[in-house]
């Protein structure tokens, strides 16, 4: 199984940037998203999740209104859309994913409960 992310780069506050995971190595249509970043002596954290078929998104408060979450079953990807970025944005994204189970959870805050994670893909966001 690999989680590929790429998109990462340096942009200025109130930028754009689009962030893409394409997996290889698994039944993507089974699985649920996520994104996760962890900045500089931080802890990571969970920024945005997509179920399996799409329906349900759910964002972390920080990113909510800026940030979008989308995938295509058919490219086994799934996108982050970040705008008017901030430098507070400014991290490691990972995606990961999460295997559907009936009656677990279609997503999580914690790490250990993913299965897959890329490798990360660096944003830096200048003032």
């Known amino acids: 199984v690999q989680l590929q992310a790429s998109g990462g780069g340096l942009v200025q506050a109130g930028g754009s940037l689009r962030l893409s995971c394409a997996a290889s190595?698994?039944?993507?249509?089974?699985?649920?998203m996520g994104w996760f970043r962890q900045a500089p002596s931080k802890e990571r954290e969970f920024v945005a999740a997509?179920?399996?078929?799409?329906?349900?998104?759910y964002y972390a408060d920080s990113v909510k209104g800026r940030f979008t979450i989308s995938r295509d079953n058919a490219k086994g990807t799934v996108y982050l859309q970040m705008n008017s970025l901030e430098p507070e944005d400014t991290a490691v994204y990972y995606c990961?994913?999460?295997?559907?189970?009936?009656?677990?959870?279609?997503?999580?805050?914690?790490?250990?409960?993913?299965?897959?994670w890329g490798q990360g893909t660096l944003v830096t966001v200048s003032s």
């Open positions: 990961a994913a999460k295997v559907e189970l009936y009656g677990s959870p279609w997503f999580s805050f914690q790490m250990d409960e993913y299965n897959y």
């Open positions: 190595g698994l039944t993507f249509g089974s699985y649920n």
């Open positions: 997509i179920s399996w078929s799409g329906d349900r998104i």
